[in-house]
């Protein structure tokens, strides 16, 4: 009840200290959570920048990922990314 507690607490723009539950992943092993919503965010991007939309509803995944992911990974996944060789599908 604690941990739910502190993954609830939100600041006037919606920043929490830990991820929130995420019922697709129930374990204890959060490395296919912090992939998925890194991969989320920028699909997010993607989907609503093509549309010509509002991209803030995306800062969500950015939020989740940042607090779930080693920054070496994320530098990593970054670099793919720009150099084309990023194995996710975004």
Known sequence: ???HQHAEIR???GYYRTAPF???F???NQTRNCYQ???DYYRCLKTLGAKGKDTRPCQWYYR???SLCPISWVKRWDEQR???SF???I
């Open 87 to 89: 194995a996710g599908r």
């Open 11 to 13: 600041g006037s723009r």
């Open 37 to 39: 919503n890194y991969l």
């Open 22 to 24: 995420d019922p697709r």
């Open 1 to 3: 009840m604690v941990a």
């Open 26 to 28: 129930p374990n204890t």
């Open 82 to 84: 720009d150099d084309g």
């Open 64 to 66: 989740v990922y940042k």
